[in-house]
């Protein structure tokens, strides 16, 4: 079994910051690409930043310069930095982690940006 839980989210004004975690946990082996995507209340899923599995990140256009992905290998544990928070960044939030070609998913974490 592999769990993957989200924690981090809350409710923040616009401008604000958060800090989102990830942790992998269970019967993995290691963690070839890890990412994040949110989905917004009748938008679908997209992604927001990601390792590739060359280690390379991605981000989306509407977060560049503001999100930043980071990941700490020996704890299983990626992480999303979040400023200059938007109420358009309103979503909950997904980790994703791929191992041994497996795509693994956490239940969310809901992230709530007022104006």
């Known amino acids: 079994q592999v769990q993957v839980v989200e924690s981090g989210g809350g409710l923040v004004q616009a401008g604000g910051s958060l800090r989102l975690s990830c942790a992998v946990s269970g019967r993995i082996f290691r963690i070839n690409s890890m990412g994040w995507y949110r989905q917004a209340p009748g938008k679908q899923r997209e992604l927001v930043a990601a390792f590739t599995r060359g280690g390379n990140t991605n981000y989306a256009d509407s977060v560049k310069g503001r999100f930043t992905i980071s990941r700490d290998n020996a704890k299983n544990t990626g992480y999303l930095q979040m400023n200059s928070l938007k109420p358009e960044d309103t979503a909950v939030y997904y980790c994703?982690?791929?191992?041994?070609?497996?795509?693994?998913w956490g239940q969310g974490t809901q992230v709530t940006v007022s104006s």
């Open positions: 994703n982690a791929n191992s041994a070609g497996w795509d693994y």
